[in-house]
């Protein structure tokens, strides 16, 4: 398997960063993976405040035991929500998406100056 597709594929499937640091180029790999899980903390957290509140109307007898009522109940508390918690998945792909378009081009950039040292 090429260089590349090892990195591109450490990247997508594994976590964002690691082909980074596959190629050994470890700053830009902590950095990525740094970041991605700082919004995906953000994320969850959001999410476990959001379960918590419902969770809470549900035992207090506020919302009935349905998907149906549940279902709005979340809805309604994501609508809730500041509009800075919006744009955290968008950002999390756009990381995602970058790092592995990222690893890709250092691998290839790696490769070829590994070739030109060859001959």
């Known amino acids: 398997m090429k260089l590349e597709h090892k990195a591109v594929l450490l990247s997508a499937l594994l976590y964002p960063g690691s082909g980074h640091v596959f190629l050994k180029k470890y700053f830009i790999g902590l950095s990525f993976i740094s970041a991605f899980t700082f919004l995906l903390y953000n994320l969850f957290s959001t999410l ?60 290839k950039v790696k490769k070829k100056t590994f070739t030109n040292k060859v001959e």
């Open 48 to 107: 476990n405040r959001i379960s918590e509140k419902v969770a809470l109307q549900i035992t207090n007898g506020e919302i009935a035991l349905t998907i149906e009522a549940i279902s709005q109940a979340v809805t309604v508390q994501l609508a809730k929500q500041p509009p800075q918690y919006n744009w955290l998945g968008y950002a999390l792909l756009f990381i995602w998406l970058f790092a592995m378009f990222d690893a890709y081009r250092l691998a």
